[in-house]
């Protein structure tokens, strides 16, 4: 392809601004992009996949572009004050406690099964990966530069943001559009309030009760982070203090990264994120899948097909399809039609992908591909919009199918343009590959053993005895038996 | 297996004895094992395979017996002082300069490739693997304790450990058997020695050099902590001051296992390790393979026969059995030779584990299964001897094989005896798989072809067009397109 066919016109919605935004990077053409990734105390569901698959296809796109991108995406490996309902509470040091291991050792667990399940879905994996409790220094030094610029304050050995001295000088609420005075009003009365100036004010750093496993010492006390912290320290260290893209899910937009502006706000002065991106939720029943709402399926349950509300297994593929079958910010909800009508458009796109390869280049023409390529990437260019872009891809696979059954004709130049442009828009942008191989193997083995099991009866039925054995030794050979049933000949793999 | 027929009477080589003693874990049946990993700054070679594949066999065999294994291997991803020769030289920092890159996104990229070539070759995960990085507040407590306890000082900013104070009242040297006046004579004078107060002390905290990447605050400097370190403090954290089983390189006895039992001794008082275990190194043409000495060949070079000393591919199974073949603490010497006869062992073994599944029951019994199963078990527990285990699985072979061929019988008692261990030897203890599906997937559709263009020469030849057109049309529905070329038919998956 040319390089005019791949027109940086990306635009994207901007959550800080709620509105799309010509994207321009800082340091062009190096990307930073931080995702808030899992907490690793229990295995990935398909709300996990949400955001892992859209900003991937983020990623890819931008890399599609030329850029040279930089992602982090985190683990949460450090228990952490989630919300007011179960403040000072560390899920992970409670899981250990109960199961009496090390919660490290948990954390590993969860988190090689959820990159298992990454690269399942064919995620690409992230430039650095950091672990919240392996940058616990990088964010004792946060709290100290918030509490050195007054906007925090130490209360029986933990450490408090004050949202309220804060808000008199920047704004908390800009990113969620919350005014305080709303989350003030909200805000309940919860063990732990006591400490707190106003119970607006959020923990950045926490003393551990004495049963809290996961601690580190500090200034103020043995305690850990705020769960707020580790992003912004992360990021900082990896991407700057002021850097592109920050992705999470759209119910992280409040409080986890309104704190997090807040904090970097507070520590170096600036804005940390030039576009704020959230994917939406997966529902089910129209209610958010989530672990804490206990109605999630996880990965593993959709690719083996072990839970009460799947019909059937998914495969990774499917799943991937599924979600890139909906923009990022919408609502996708789990329904098994839905994703047995995915597992079908998939199977559609990847056999139009093969017999693309058989396509004969003719002298005439019936098909403007410049003028296809250009609408499917207005799409991706248009917040990436994949529902519009596989909508082209099928376009794309009605002109295969017209060609293929020669209907229609296309010259050289326009076939590879086609070629080109199909493979970088579903293998490279969309991330989808072929699970095909194995299972078309053993087909081919059928259909060849079936024609074999033929020429074999046809040789007995002409009493053609030499074809016959020749058939049946050669196949012992081959290690493959025959067995003469009253149902006819069955053959295995011995 | 009846319980008696898996007795408990491990001898382990203890390098710090010198001798095999029985293996009694400290907290039965728990047993810790931390085990020097990787350090992440480029592609693991056939010299990493070896402690991860030894110490998979121990971590195997001894959840086998039934101990609840805790097994943490770190990954080094802080550049360290590797040895004398480039000391105040973080290697991984100095790529990153070199690249342009964030030392993390390296160690990332390497530490990912690594752990993907470790599954091919089915080494277990361990239950933790902490990162250098992620541990600089346990490593700074650590240096703190032993300046505190009077083994250490403080120099220009960094932090020695004070080996010959430490050697008056301790014994540094017990595990190498170097004694310090030997080590004194022929350390070399370098770089920055001037801070020390004697030759044969080590950093255990250094300074950053201004344009040194790595680095975190300390109360003594910018910096990062010494090499040995992080698997003194690391190895603390997860399994206590006190645990079972440290592992790692011949090579790293001295300095970096007798500097860990230094910094341990020094800063809790007593002895951090009960067995020391060391494997020995890969050689080619009688030298260490290693990254210093540029002889190395990567892991993913066997897996694809990428390079210019070997004659072929060798699977990660090869691989896996080429190092069993061998005794953990001899050398092991790469050659073609020696690998292809691993893949003949390797694949003669796979293919008895699948006669065996055909052998049938007899009333009479030639084999005294017990007294096989008795004389295994005690390879395994001779200090993890896997060749003389291997030995006795071809000694199983050479039964299965003739009971095969009728020339022996076997009673139901002993085949369910020979089946259920031979199975825990070769896939549970051993981790050896199969991975000859696709291969032998591939051979099965090469040789269905070949006697399909056989049979439909001959048809040609016999003037039978219609079963020569049958052939023809049954395989292009199935997928397969066949060209007849001077050289006879040749034919392609369409």
Redesign the interface.
């Known amino acids: 392809m040319s390089t005019e066919l791949k027109p940086n016109k990306l635009q994207l919605y901007n959550s800080l601004s709620r509105a799309k935004e010509l994207f321009v990077p800082i340091n062009s053409p190096n990307v930073g992009m931080y995702v808030c990734g899992p907490t690793v105390y229990g295995d990935a569901h398909l709300g996990h996949a949400r955001p892992a698959i859209a900003f991937d296809l983020v990623f890819r796109y931008l890399k599609h572009l030329g850029y040279k991108v ?1 992602y982090v995406r985190n683990i949460t490996d450090v228990g952490h004050l989630e919300n007011d309902a179960d403040q000072g509470e560390d899920k992970i040091a409670k899981k250990a406690r109960v199961e009496q291991l ?1 919660p ?2 948990i954390a ?2 969860f988190s ?1 099964r959820y990159l298992d399940n990454m690269d399942a879905l064919n995620v690409l ?7 919240a ?5 990088e964010q004792t ?1 946060m709290v100290q530069s918030i509490l050195d610029n007054g906007f925090a304050y130490e209360s029986g050995g933990s450490v408090y943001f004050d949202v309220v001295k804060y808000n008199q000088k920047h704004h908390y609420g800009k990113l969620s559009g919350r005014n305080i005075e709303d989350t003030l009003e909200n805000t309940r009365q919860l063990e732990g309030q006591h400490e707190k100036r106003d119970s607006v004010d959020f923990a950045i750093w926490k003393k551990a009760a004495p049963e809290h496993i996961m601690r ?2 500090s200034p103020w006390s043995d305690g850990f982070p705020g769960w707020h912290m580790e992003c912004s320290a992360m990021s900082a260290k ?1 991407l700057g203090t002021q850097f592109d893209i920050h992705g999470g899910g759209m119910d992280l937009r409040f409080p986890h990264h309104e704190s997090e502006i807040a904090q970097s706000v507070a520590a170096n002065g600036h804005d940390p994120v030039k576009y704020w991106m959230h994917n939406n939720m997966v529902t089910i029943n129209g209610q958010k899948m989530g672990k804490s709402l206990g109605n999630f399926i996880t990965l593993d349950e959709f690719f083996t097909g072990s839970h009460a509300l799947l019909h059937q297994a998914y495969s990774p593929m499917t799943i991937r399809f599924f979600m890139l079958q909906a923009h990022y910010r919408s609502t996708l909800d789990f329904s098994n039609e839905a994703l047995i009508a995915a597992q079908k458009g998939f199977e559609k796109l990847m056999k139009a992908m093969e017999t693309l390869s ?1 396509i004969k280049v003719s002298n005439q023409n019936d098909f403007d591909i410049k003028a296809w390529i250009t609408a499917s990437y207005e799409a991706i260019d248009d917040d990436f919009n994949s529902p519009i872009l596989i909508a082209q891809l099928f376009e794309a696979v009605r002109m295969i199918n017209l060609l293929h059954d020669g209907k229609a004709q296309i010259d050289a130049e326009n076939l590879s343009l086609l070629v080109t442009s199909l493979h970088a828009f579903v293998f490279e942008i969309l991330g989808l590959n072929s699970e095909a191989s ?1 299972s ?6 059928a ?3 079936q ?2 099991i ?2 074999r009866q ?1 040789a007995k039925t002409n009493k053609d005895w030499p ?1 016959a054995d ?2 049946r030794n ?2 012992t ?4 038996g025959i067995k003469d049933t009253k149902e006819g000949a069955v053959w295995e ?1 011995l």
């Open positions: 930089r090390e490290m050792e590993q667990f090689d994996r992230p430039s650095i990966q950091p672990r409790s392996g940058h616990i220094p030094e580190w010492k990896y058989k194995q078309s193997q053993n087909d081919i083995t259909g060849l053993m024609l074999l033929e020429l046809n074809t020749l058939i050669r196949l050979e081959i290690g493959i793999v």
